[in-house]
T-cell receptor, first 115, second 111 residues
Framework: DTGVSQDPRHKITKRGQNVTFRCDPI?????LYWYRQTLGQGPEFLTY????????KSRLLSDRFSAERPKGSFSTLEIQRTEQGDSAMYLC?????????????FGQGTRLTVV | DQQVKQNSPSLSVQEGRISILNCDYT??????FLWYKKYPAEGPTFLIS?????DKNEDGRFTVFLNKSAKHLSLHIVPSQPGDSAVYFC??????????FGTGTRLQVFP
């Protein structure tokens, strides 16, 4: 297994356009998380799934953001009508909590630039 | 409300010496704590974790200590190497739900 994979690695888009990012988690992991990170800050939680169920979505998240994990495997994050403030690194992570162990692994991220 | 705090934005350590990175939290419900290393333009790399039923966990050069009464954890790196230079984030979770991250500490290991 090659770990968590995100596509694309970089995306430049014009303000007002829609963008979609994809995340492929580690194959046996049932939990999948989306985070956003801006310069000088820690990753900020957006939403997470257990299998195909979206368990939580950040209250700070605009309605322009939506995420899906239709078959409990890969996930997509869509941003509609992008704004310059959406420019950030979008990170995906996956985990398989087992007993006393909890390890969550991140992908390389998608760098979004809205111009 | 910053539930996870890393009060030192930067730390400089000589190669071979010990690096100690600190993290404080406010939510007593947190029961899992994780440390990550991050290089620019890359995703965070998982280093080590600890559950609240333990007070210490070791993995090679990395040891995490948890002091629940003080709501404090620390990451020790011994011996420090130049390749350890990166930004380190601590993160906490309740029942393996979402991770709440601190703002990070930039570690520089110099020769």
């Amino acid at each position: 297994d090659t770990g968590v994979s995100q596509d694309p690695r970089h995306k430049i888009t014009k303000r007002g356009q829609n963008v979609t990012f994809r995340c492929d988690p580690i194959s046996e992991h049932n939990r999948l998380y989306w985070y956003r990170q801006t310069l000088g800050q820690g990753p900020e939680f957006l939403t997470y799934f257990q299998n195909e169920a979206q368990l939580e979505k950040s209250r700070l998240l605009s309605d322009r953001f939506s995420a899906e994990r239709p078959k409990g495997s890969f996930s997509t994050l869509e941003i509609q009508r992008t704004e310059q403030g959406d420019s950030a690194m979008y990170l995906c992570a996956s985990s398989l909590p087992l007993g006393q162990e909890f390890e969550a692994f991140f992908g390389q991220g998608t760098r979004l630039t809205v111009v | 409300d910053q539930q996870v705090k890393q009060n030192s934005p930067s730390l400089s350590v000589q190669e071979g010496r010990i690096s100690i990175l600190n993290c404080d939290y406010t939510n007593s419900m947190f029961d899992y704590f994780l440390w990550y290393k991050k290089y620019p333009a890359e995703g965070p790399t998982f280093l080590i974790s600890i559950s609240s039923i333990k007070d210490k966990n070791e993995d090679g050069r990395f040891t995490v200590f948890l002091n629940k009464s003080a709501k404090h954890l620390s990451l020790h790196i011994v011996p420090s190497q130049p390749g350890d230079s990166a930004v380190y984030f601590c993160a906490a979770s309740v029942n393996t739900d979402k991770l709440i991250f601190g703002t990070g500490t930039r570690l520089q290991v110099f020769p």
